[in-house]
C-alpha cells in the first residue's frame, strides 16, 4: 500500500492556494515505482473505477498510460467550439497547477479523452455514454516511458475544500500482479454482419458522385455486431492488443456502461515543443503469406494508381492544413510502405515548426477529419457520410489522446476499434472511395481492417 505523505503536504499548499484565489486548484504529485501490468492496473478494483479508466499505449510501447478515477472532467457547450473550449479550460487549470515532479511531460496531470467524429450527427442509445466531447484527469494514474515506471496522484481542490482524508491518497501497488483470467476465453460469440449489400450500393453511389465531380473522394465505414455468451471484458481486450498489435497506438476509453478500444496505426497530430508531427494514412492492401508475396503485394501498393492517388488526396489536405499551422512543412516527396500486422498502407510523415500561439487542439481541429477519415473537400464528404452510411459513428474515427500541462501532446484517429456494451461488441472499419472504387473491392478492404478487432475478441473464425 502506497500513502503519499507528500501529496497530503502539496494538497495542504493547494487548500491554501484555493482560499486565497477563490477557484478550484489542481495538486499533483509523482512518485517512481517498479514496473507494473498496466492491464491489471487498468482493472484495479473495476467496481470502483467503472467509467473512469483509459489506457493509452504509442506504437512500440515507448510510452504508456493508464488512469483510474477522474477528479475533474471537461465537457463543451457548444459544438462548433469545442475544441476552443476545452483548450481555454486546461490551460487555465494547468497553469495554476501545483505539481511537485515535471521532468517530463509524461507525468504529473495528463488529460486525456477525445471527440466524437461529427457532432451534428443525432447521438444514438449506442453510443449514449459518449458525449461529442469529453476530457478527464485521473485520481491515478501509471506512466511507463523509456523503461521508468511512475505513480501521479492527482487531486482537485476546492476553495471550501474540507479536512483531507489521506486515505483517499493511498493506492495498493501490490494488486496489480497480473492474475490470468480463469473464464472461458474461447466462449461461443455470434457475428452479424450490418446490411453489406447497401453498404456496397452506398460504395457504388458515391463512386458514382465522384466520377460526376460533386466530390473528389469519400470515407465510408460501416459496422458489425458480436454477441457473446459472456461480456467482454476490457482488460483481456487490450492485453492482447498491446502484444498482437505493437505497431499501432491501443487506447481504451471506459465508461459507464461500454468501453471504446481499439489498435489505430493513424497519428493524428503531435506536439513537443514547437514541433508538431502528423501522418497520412491512405492506401490499404493485404499482408503476404510468405516474404516473397508480401513483399510483392508491397510492390503493387505502391504502384498502383487508384491507391496512389487516394493517398496523393490525403497527403495535400493535410499539408496544405498544416502550413497553416506551421511556419515550415517538411514532407518525403513519395509515400512509404508502413507494414501492421494484418495489412500494409501507403504512409507520408509530414512535420513543421507550429506558428507561435498555435495549440495542439488547434491543430485537431484544422485536420480532423483528414481526407483518409472524412474525405474532401470536407464539407461535401461529410455530408454524403451523413447520406450514404446510416450509421451514428460515435467516437470511431475520431480524435482521441492527451495533454500535459505544457499543452504538448498527442492525438490519433480512433480506427480499428470497437465499442464494447456487456455481451457485446460492435466493430467498425471504412475505406477511401474514389472514382473508379469498386463496391466488392472495397468491401473485402474493410473485413480486413476487421481483423485486428476479431484477433483480440477471440472472434477471428467466426461466422455469421
Not at 489521506?166 to 455470434?190: C, F, G, N
Request: aromatic content about 8%; some cysteine; charged content about 25%.
Amino acid at each position: 500500500m502506497i500513502s503519499n505523505n507528500k501529496m497530503y503536504i502539496l494538497m495542504k499548499e493547494g487548500k491554501r492556494q484555493a482560499h486565497l484565489s477563490g477557484n478550484n486548484v489542481l495538486v499533483s504529485s509523482v512518485s517512481e515505482i517498479d514496473k507494473m501490468d498496466l492491464p491489471a492496473f487498468f482493472s484495479y478494483d473495476e467496481h470502483k473505477y467503472k467509467g473512469n479508466r483509459f489506457l493509452w499505449s504509442e506504437p512500440g510501447r515507448t510510452l504508456s498510460f493508464v488512469g483510474l478515477g477522474s477528479v475533474l472532467t471537461l465537457t463543451a457547450n457548444n459544438a462548433t467550439t469545442r475544441y476552443e473550449e476545452i483548450n481555454d479550460a486546461w490551460t487555465a487549470i494547468a497553469t495554476e497547477a501545483i505539481i511537485d515532479h515535471n521532468i517530463s511531460g509524461y507525468v504529473g496531470p495528463i488529460l486525456f479523452g477525445g471527440f466524437s467524429f461529427d457532432p451534428n450527427i443525432a447521438r444514438t442509445e449506442k453510443w449514449g455514454d459518449f458525449a461529442h466531447t469529453s476530457f478527464a484527469v485521473p485520481q491515478f494514474m501509471v506512466t511507463e516511458h523509456e523503461g521508468k515506471t511512475w505513480l501521479t496522484i492527482n487531486a482537485w481542490i476546492s476553495p471550501d475544500e474540507g479536512d483531507i482524508e489521506q486515505e483517499t491518497l493511498s493506492i495498493d501497488l501490490a494488486k496489480y500482479a497480473y492474475v490470468a483470467s480463469d473464464r472461458d476465453i474461447l466462449q461461443s460469440i455470434m457475428k452479424e454482419e450490418i446490411a453489406p449489400s447497401d453498404w456496397m450500393s452506398a460504395v457504388g453511389n458515391a463512386a458514382s458522385s465522384i466520377r460526376n465531380g460533386e466530390l473528389e473522394k469519400v470515407v465510408l465505414a460501416r459496422a458489425i455486431t458480436l454477441e457473446a455468451k459472456e461480456p467482454f471484458h476490457a482488460e483481456e481486450v487490450v492485453r492482447s492488443l498491446l502484444s498482437d498489435q505493437l505497431d499501432t497506438y491501443v487506447f481504451a476509453i471506459d465508461k459507464q456502461c461500454s468501453c471504446f478500444v481499439g489498435a489505430t496505426p493513424e497519428r493524428l497530430i503531435k506536439r513537443q515543443g514547437d514541433q508538431f508531427q502528423t501522418l497520412s494514412l491512405a492506401g490499404s492492401i493485404a499482408r503476404g503469406a510468405t516474404v516473397s508475396e508480401d513483399e510483392h503485394l508491397g510492390s503493387f501498393l505502391s504502384q498502383d494508381v487508384k491507391n496512389l492517388h487516394e493517398h496523393e488526396l490525403a497527403v495535400h489536405m493535410i499539408k496544405d492544413a498544416m502550413l497553416e499551422l506551421c511556419e515550415d512543412v517538411d514532407a518525403p516527396d513519395a509515400p512509404i510502405i508502413r507494414k501492421l500486422k494484418d495489412i500494409q498502407h501507403l504512409a507520408t510523415p509530414i512535420s513543421g515548426q507550429a506558428k507561435p500561439n498555435v495549440t495542439l487542439l488547434q491543430a485537431v481541429e484544422a485536420l480532423h477529419p483528414t481526407p483518409a477519415l472524412g474525405g474532401m473537400p470536407r464539407q461535401a464528404a461529410l455530408e454524403s457520410i451523413r447520406t450514404l452510411e446510416h450509421m451514428d459513428r460515435g467516437w470511431y474515427a475520431a480524435p482521441i489522446g492527451w495533454l500535459n500541462t505544457r499543452l504538448e501532446g498527442e492525438f490519433a484517429a480512433a480506427i480499428r476499434s470497437a465499442l464494447l456494451k456487456d455481451r457485446r461488441a460492435y466493430l467498425f472499419a471504412g475505406c477511401g472511395i474514389v472514382g473508379d472504387s469498386d463496391p466488392l473491392s472495397e468491401y473485402n478492404e474493410t473485413a480486413l481492417k476487421f481483423r485486428p478487432m476479431l484477433a483480440a475478441l477471440q472472434a477471428i473464425d467466426v461466422e455469421e
